[in-house]
Every structure is written in C-alpha cells, then in structure tokens.
C-alpha cells in the first residue's frame, strides 16, 4: 500500500514525539523541577500514547518495530532505575547521558525532515 507525503510526515512527526518524551522522561533523573512541573503521570499518558501510535504504525516492519520497542524499554529502564536510586552512581549517569545524546541527534535529524516534508506539501 502506498504511503502519502502526509502520511510520511506524520509518522516522522510521531517519532519526534515519541523521542522528545524519552529524553523529557530522562531530563527528570536530574531536575527535581521538571518532575514537578511536568507530572509524571501526565508525561507517561503521552510516551504511551505516542508509542501505541508508532507501534501500530511499525506493525508493516517488524525488526524496526522491535528495535523502538527495544529502544524505548532500555530508556524507560534507566530513568526508571535512576529515579528509584539516583544518579549518584557514575555508570547511570554516564549511560543516561549517552541516551540523551542520541535522542538530541535522532530529535534534531527527524525535526529537520518533517520541517522540509511540510514545505513541500
């Protein structure tokens, strides 16, 4: 079945979500305001539901399916474990930093794709 340029930019739109709510939800190991301000069960209803939507979306494609699924459960792992003990242990906070970086680049490079998708349609 052929994929609209909508649809094409909707589902890099959806990854920019989806990987935007990762690195918030990573953001909240080391900033006591962030989880304050941005309830945890608020930011969880998003990351489900932008997740739902992609693993719906990847269904055609199962290895890349399971790679985000993969992706997203390691990162959902990390914060988990770094809120319930802190971030007082190097190798967490190294490893959440290295997280971090690759969310900033995929989020930097899809972002730039669904800006130049929008100014062709």
């Known amino acids: ?3 609209s340029a ?9 990854l920019v979500r989806l990987y935007v709510f990762l690195a ?3 953001d ?4 006591e305001a962030a989880r304050r301000d941005y309830p945890d069960s608020e930011l969880q209803k998003h990351l489900d539901e ?17 790679k985000l699924a993969d992706e997203c ?7 988990a474990s770094c809120l319930k003990l802190g971030v007082a242990d190097p190798k967490t906070r190294e490893a959440i930093q290295a ?8 989020t930097l490079a899809l972002s ?9 349609a």
């Open 50 to 66: 932008t997740r739902r939507q992609l693993m719906d979306i990847l269904s055609v494609n199962p290895v890349v399916k399971r």
């Open 6 to 14: 909508n649809d094409q930019t909707d589902i890099a739109a959806a």
């Open 1 to 3: 079945m052929p994929v």
């Open 99 to 106: 997280e971090r970086a690759v969310l900033k680049s995929k």
């Open 112 to 120: 730039d794709l669904v800006a130049v998708y929008r100014a062709l």
């Open 24 to 26: 918030q939800y990573l």
């Open 73 to 79: 459960d390691r990162i959902l792992h990390l914060g």
């Open 28 to 31: 909240r190991c080391f900033d």
